[in-house]
Structure formats: structure tokens, C-alpha cells
């Protein structure tokens, strides 16, 4: 198969910058931690009320530098309804469904995670300076989609 | 092939050509049909946008019979699933039966049966949304639960697809055997690509269909399964836009070199990048549910690694237009660097309306790229950006490719022609596409980027300070998305007034009448290598890298799943 030469010089950088764009993707993901919410735990999505951690929702501190904080989403909103964390700390969400798919959506920040059904949602971030942050749903979930948020608490130490 | 005698211009014309030449009277006549239910469903669609647009900005209250999220589902459905489909088929039939000859009796009477149980299926679809009894939107992501009959209705859309494909692969097969050890023309190789990358595409969302949310929805079963059930649609879900590309491509592979008086680039670069989207739009649909639990890291970084492979033919295809525009324009006497731009043929309503197309499309796969970066996904996900992401691939490089199609398409099939009138709106509907569009576009992609959430009825959230950011500022403002809204269905109608005007006003085409001319470039395959042909080799890889990426995954979510879900009706 022919290639003309200026074909060849396009291709080669192309693919060239693929690889700087995935390898910087790639090396900020597994060797930083930057990964997109996940987990690979599960739950039986009719039980929620009465399964660890889910049972006792709300914020909780596992050490001197990291919280705890564990959310029910349910057409429409979150429990608890208020939530309050400190500056500086790094905070671990965890989020799982009662009924449908929902989001779990901080805007400004990088906690945008999925709710769905029978498994559970892990984000890590640490709010860098104090504030009222906004917590919305982004994935459809019914006619009252609109009306589900709430608030979140940013306070100095 | 029986001519009708009536359009005597057209069928003089076409006793004196080749057989192939042009599509026969059958062929004709099922291409507008798709047509005009791809027209009815565009000017439903484009008016629910409007009615979005108003919404979003509390112009105007709905009546109690019909809620935000009903006009939403309709406006995706009609837009992106069948206004995209139906007018895909009208042109993909047409080229077929110029480029291999009139279809058969059996290829004739199974596209008409596949039209009809696709036609059936999407008007039943459309009742079951309107009558409340599936507001789920186009996605229906379990566990909300619709009457079991949409899911039917939706099953029937795709078999009547599947129908067609498999009439025009067996037209396909027919030309082979007649024709052994030759290279298909590219036209029908571009077909067979598109289609066989839809038909193996489509096997994820029947499984989910007909397997999990059919039985769940009767009752026959309890629970569904929803991290799988999401994960097959979305091995249906991104090839579903390259199933909209890929005869966007066509056009602009086969129709842009013969306006510009020159040939195919490349014949066999062009078939391997059409290639290359076969193997590399399948395997890679975890990229849309980056952010979620139940897939391990490893897996969503490997398919968003062969997302990024697409990249690969994009450039080719980029490369091969461009390095067509230049040759052409010093064909015709262009000097420097960038004088070939000027020697284009900008007042020709065929070119201009793709040339536009192709560059929305370079912001469109730039923001693709962002999309699916693994991490920064985050930033965008479910946002009002993906929204925007969405209407300058979809709704413009792919949608105004149509409409630059149909400029000739409707007067090759009604043997009529495009008058100067005609054309001039056309100029007018084009461009006020294009600037609606890029406020709409980049009022929606900035609006992400503040949080603003997609696919939501507009809400102030208790009046949070991040919501006046959305109300802030000239892009970062939902008022400039309703003004691009506004333009845009201006556009929109103007278009109806255009295909209304070339399917029954505008006066019968005479000899040699351009727009009367289905418009394909030579292009040259005697140096192209016969293996780019054996589908079996190309099928093969695209089966192994859909395993490679699939089976663990899959594997896991069946093996290891959660309790199911019951089915919730929230509306």
C-alpha cells in the first residue's frame, strides 16, 4: 500500500502525540492515583438500610487526616441532608443507590461519580479551601430529577 | 427494471447510460420513503428542541400531559435515532443500486419489509413515550422500568434495520459472485463496512433487550441485572455513532472529490480506515461509564486505550480531504501555500454544506479525545458539555452532511432539480445552522465545564451561587443557548421548506442537470491490495479485540453480580 510522504510524517506524529496523551493519562492514573470513581464493591440494593456502612450514613473520621463519608441516594435526594467535612482533609465518599441510577456531583470539583443500584461508588478529594458546595444529581432518575441536591460544608479545622 | 415513462428527461438519460448508472425506479421509490419519514421525524425533533430551550430558560410551561422529560426522549429519539437511520438507509440503498445495479426481486421486496418493521417499531416506540408509558429516555437505563411493549417496539426498530442490512449484504454477495476475484467499488465496500460493524454492534443491545428488560418488564422474571445491562448498551452505544459517521465519510470520500473534478485520494487507505472503524468502535464502550463502580480500572484503561485508536483513522481521513482540496485547487491553476483555498467551489451548495460539516468536526473529535481521557472525564461527565459534544458530531458534521446530501438526493430521486431560489435558502439554512450552532454548542460545553448537569429540567437549586453562574456572562449563559436553539430551528424549518420544495414544486430536471446527478468520484483500485476485501480476516480481529476487551468484564458482572433490581416507575 502506497503512503505518500507528507501521509507518513501526519501519521507518525499522530500517533506519536496518541502516545504522549495516553502514557500522561496512564502515568497520573496508576503510579498518582488519579482514577476515576470506582470500586468494585457490592450490596444488595433492598438491604441498604441495614448494611455496613450504609446503616449509619453521615461523616465519620478514620484518622487524623482522612473521613469517612457515606451516602444514600434515592429518588430525590441524598441522606443525609447535611454533611459537613474540614478543609484540607482528604475525605473518601461512598455512595450506593436505593432505588435507581443517580449522581453523585459536586460541581467545581472532580467528585462527579455514578450511583448505581447493587454496588458502591468510591471517590477520594480533598476540599482545599472552606465553603458551601453544591451536590446535584446529573443522571435522570425520574420526573422530580431536577429537585434532587443538597449541600456540602467546607469548614476551616 | 420497468421505467417509468412519465419522467421523460430522466428516463431518456438513463436508457443512454450504463446499466449501473442509475438507481432503478424500485429503488427510488423505497429511498424516499426513508427519506421522507427521516423529514417527519427531523421536524418533530427539531421542534421539541425548541420547546427544551424555552424550558431551560422558563420561557414557557408545558401542559399537565406532557413533562420536560417526554419532549427530551422524543427529541433524542426522532433526532438521533431515526431522522439518522432512516436517512442513512435512503442513501445507502440509492448508492448501492447505482454502484452494483438494480437490486433484485428478493433485495427489493426484504428493504421493503425491513422498512416497514422498522418504521412500525419506531412509531409504536414514539406512542408508548408520549402516552407516559416510558419516560426513560432514549438510553433507558434500568432499573426505571417501561411498559414491556417499548422494549418490543424498540426490538423491532432493529430487526427492520437488521432486515435491510442483510437485503443490501446479499445485493452485495449477488455483484461478488457475478464479479470473482475484483474489488468491490468503494461505495458498496463502504456500505459493507458500515453495516457489518452495526449488525455485530446491535448484538449487545438485543441481548439486553431481549434477555434482561423484556422478562423483567412482563413480570416474567423480578430483577434485572443493571451494571450489565448498562455495560451491553454501551457496547451497542458508541458504535452507534460511528454507525451515524461512517456514511457521513462516504460522502465525503466519494461525493467531495467528484465536485472538486478529481479523484479518490487514495482508494486503499480509504478502505483501510473504514477498516480500522470496524475494529475500533466496538471494543471500547466502557469509556462512557468511566465513572462508575463494578468495572476494575484496568479494564476501563485498556478500552479507553482503544478508543484512542480511532484516532488513527480519523487523521487518515483528514489527510486524504484535505490533500484532495489542495489537489484539485493546483489542478485548476492555485499558487502558494494556501491558494487552493480560494479555487474551491464555494458557491456550490453540495460542497460548501460538507466542507462546513468536516470542520465542526475537529472541535467534535478534540472534544472526543478530552471525553474519554480516563480521568478528566470527571470533569465532563454527564454535564451539559457532553450535551454540547453531542451537536457538533452529531448534530452538525453528521446532520448537515445530510442535508448537503439531500440538496441532490431528493432531486435525483423525484428527477426534479434545484433551482437558483432554492439554492439561495439553501445558503441561508446552512449558514444559520452553522451560527446557531456554535452558540448553542459552545454555550453548552462552557456551561458543563461549570457543573451545569445534561438532561435536567432547569432547577436553581435552592438558589446556590453556582446556579447564578450559569446565568452569568455571554457563553457561560443559558440564554445564548436558547438564542443558538432558536436560530437553529429557524434553520430547521427552512429545510423543511427546501425538501418540500425539491420533492414536489421545483421543476423536472433537464439533460446534464448537476443536481440530478448522484455525485461519485472514480477511484482508482488497481494498486489496492485484495486482502483488504477478505472480511473474514477484518471480522475475525474485530471478534478478538471485542473478547479481549469484553469477556472479563462481562464475565465478572454475571459471575459476581449483586442481588438484582426490581423495576421503578418514577413519572
Excluded at chain 2, 528 to 553: D, H, K, M, Q, S
Aim: aromatic share 16%.
Amino acid at each position: 500500500m502506497h503512503l505518500h510522504k507528507f501521509e507518513k510524517i501526519w501519521l507518525i506524529f499522530g500517533i506519536a502525540m496518541l502516545a504522549v496523551f495516553l502514557g500522561i493519562v496512564g502515568v497520573q492514573a496508576f503510579t498518582q492515583g488519579q482514577t476515576p470513581a470506582g470500586g468494585m464493591k457490592k450490596i444488595d440494593p433492598e438491604k441498604v438500610d441495614v448494611t455496613a456502612p450504609f446503616d449509619d450514613p453521615g461523616v465519620h473520621q478514620i484518622d487524623d487526616d482522612t473521613y469517612e463519608v457515606v451516602i444514600k441516594a434515592m429518588a430525590y435526594g441524598y441522606e443525609p441532608s447535611e454533611i459537613k467535612v474540614p478543609a484540607g482533609k482528604e475525605i473518601i465518599f461512598k455512595v450506593t443507590s436505593k432505588d435507581v441510577i443517580h449522581s453523585f456531583t459536586i460541581p467545581n470539583t472532580k467528585v462527579n461519580m455514578m450511583v448505581v443500584p447493587g454496588q458502591i461508588n468510591e471517590k477520594r478529594y480533598t476540599f482545599n479551601e472552606p465553603g458551601t458546595f453544591l451536590i446535584l444529581c446529573n443522571e435522570y432518575c425520574g420526573t422530580g430529577h431536577h429537585f434532587m441536591h443538597t449541600e456540602i460544608e467546607v469548614v476551616e479545622e | 427494471m420497468i421505467l417509468h415513462s412519465e419522467r421523460g428527461p430522466l428516463a431518456g438519460r438513463r436508457t443512454s447510460s450504463a446499466v449501473a448508472a442509475t438507481a432503478s425506479a424500485s429503488e427510488r421509490k423505497l429511498a424516499l420513503w426513508n427519506i421522507g419519514f427521516a423529514y417527519t421525524a427531523f421536524l418533530i425533533g427539531t421542534l421539541c428542541g425548541l420547546i427544551q430551550v424555552f424550558m431551560r430558560n422558563e420561557m414557557i410551561e408545558l401542559p399537565a400531559w406532557l413533562d420536560y422529560y417526554q419532549v427530551l426522549t422524543v427529541h433524542g429519539v426522532t433526532l438521533a435515532l431515526v431522522y439518522t437511520t432512516f436517512f442513512i438507509y435512503a442513501f445507502l440503498i440509492t448508492g448501492m443500486s447505482r454502484s452494483l445495479g438494480s437490486f433484485g426481486p428478493k433485495v427489493a421486496r426484504w428493504s421493503w419489509i425491513g422498512f416497514f418493521v422498522a418504521a412500525a417499531g419506531t412509531v409504536w416506540a414514539t406512542i408508548e413515550i408520549l402516552s407516559g408509558r416510558a419516560s426513560v429516555l432514549y438510553t433507558f437505563y434500568a432499573p426505571l422500568k417501561a411498559s414491556g411493549w417499548f422494549y418490543v417496539s424498540l426490538a423491532l426498530l432493529i430487526i427492520g434495520t437488521w432486515i435491510i442490512s442483510f437485503a443490501l449484504i446479499a445485493h452485495y454477495v449477488k455483484w461478488r459472485k457475478a464479479n470473482p476475484g475484483v474489488l468491490s467499488p468503494l461505495f458498496a465496500f463502504m456500505t459493507i463496512s458500515t453495516l457489518a460493524m452495526w449488525i455485530i454492534a446491535c448484538l449487545g443491545v438485543v441481548a439486553a433487550v431481549v434477555f434482561m428488560y423484556i422478562p423483567w418488564a412482563f413480570g416474567w422474571v423480578d430483577t434485572i441485572n443493571v451494571e450489565l445491562s448498562r455495560t451491553l448498551f454501551w457496547f451497542f452505544g458508541h458504535p452507534l455513532v460511528y454507525f451515524w459517521l461512517l456514511p457521513a465519510y462516504m460522502a465525503w470520500y466519494l461525493v467531495v472529490p467528484k465536485l472538486l473534478g478529481t479523484k479518490v485520494f487514495s482508494d486503499s487507505l480509504a478502505r483501510l480506515s473504514f477498516l480500522l472503524f470496524i475494529l475500533f468502535s466496538i471494543p471500547v464502550g466502557l469509556h462512557h461509564q468511566l465513572t462508575e463502580p463494578g468495572v476494575a480500572d484496568f479494564w476501563k484503561f485498556l478500552q479507553v486505550t482503544l478508543t484512542f485508536m480511532v484516532v488513527i483513522p480519523t487523521l487518515m481521513t483528514a489527510f486524504s480531504l484535505f490533500a484532495t482540496f489542495e489537489i484539485s485547487g493546483r489542478q485548476k491553476g492555485a499558487k502558494g501555500l494556501f491558494g487552493w483555498v480560494g479555487k474551491l467551489p464555494w458557491n456550490d451548495i453540495r460542497f460548501t454544506s460538507l466542507f462546513i460539516s468536516m470542520v465542526f468536526f475537529i472541535p467534535g473529535g478534540a472534544g472526543g479525545i478530552i471525553n474519554t481521557s480516563f480521568q478528566l472525564n470527571e470533569l465532563v461527565h454527564n454535564t451539559l458539555w457532553v450535551v454540547g459534544h453531542f451537536h457538533i458530531t452529531v448534530g452538525t458534521p453528521v446532520a448537515m452532511t445530510f442535508m448537503g446530501i439531500s440538496f441532490w438526493l431528493i432531486p435525483y430521486l423525484t428527477g426534479r432539480t434545484l433551482t437558483k431560489t432554492t439554492k439561495n435558502l439553501a445558503f441561508v439554512q446552512i449558514i444559520s445552522w452553522s451560527v446557531g450552532m456554535l452558540f448553542m454548542s459552545t454555550a453548552q460545553h462552557v456551561l458543563g465545564l461549570l457543573g451545569a448537569p445534561r438532561r435536567t429540567q432547569h432547577s436553581n437549586y435552592s438558589d446556590h451561587p453556582t446556579v447564578l453562574g450559569w446565568f452569568d456572562g455571554f457563553f457561560s449563559n443559558t440564554s445564548t443557548l436558547a438564542l443558538g436553539g432558536i436560530i437553529l430551528f429557524f434553520s430547521a424549518m427552512l429545510l423543511m421548506v427546501i425538501v418540500f420544495r425539491l420533492w414536489l414544486i421545483e421543476p423536472r430536471s433537464e439533460k446534464g442537470d448537476l443536481y440530478a446527478e448522484f455525485p461519485i468520484a472514480e477511484s482508482d483500485a488497481s494498486a489496492t491490495p485484495r486482502w483488504l476485501e477478505n472480511w473474514w480476516i477484518w471480522i475475525g480481529i474485530a471478534v478478538a479485540l471485542i473478547l479481549l476487551a469484553y469477556t472479563f468484564p462481562i464475565t465478572h458482572m454475571i459471575q459476581d453480580a449483586p442481588p438484582g433490581s426490581k423495576g421503578f416507575i418514577n413519572w
